[in-house]
């Protein structure tokens, strides 16, 4: 089982940046693959970033590519992901989730979730 648990959300105003960090409680943090998904008042879940075990390898969603990086500390069983250059599009309760097979865009190849971090952004 592993807990893992947001931080770093908050209100800013459009164009600030962010740093969402997610801590995972599990030891063999290292063995599992990484993602961000955010979800907007009565839209789905929308996946955005994900990272390899070994932080060598990552996935973006377009709409967020060039904006978020998304980032692992092994050491320290945390995964980031930096935001930059905010809209209020990006208003949502943001994720972090641990996948046990291989990286994914997809919700259902994640085991373990979040409890979710706001993140709202004013125009």
């Known amino acids: 089982q592993v807990h893992l648990v947001e931080s770093g959300g908050g209100l800013v105003q459009a164009g600030d940046s962010l740093r969402l960090s997610c801590a995972a409680s599990e030891r063999t943090f290292s063995r599992y693959a990484m993602g961000w998904f955010r979800q907007a008042p009565g839209k789905e879940r929308e996946f955005l970033a994900a990272?390899?075990?070994?932080?060598?390898?990552?996935l973006y969603t377009d709409s967020v590519k060039g904006r978020f990086t998304i980032s692992r500390d092994n050491a320290k069983n945390t995964v980031y992901l930096q935001m930059n250059s905010l809209k209020p599009g990006d208003t949502a309760v943001y994720y972090c989730a641990a996948a046990s097979t291989r990286l994914s865009t997809y919700s259902d190849a994640y085991d373990y979730w979040g409890q979710g971090t706001q993140v709202t952004v004013s125009s």
């Open positions: 990272v390899t075990w070994s932080g060598g390898s990552t």
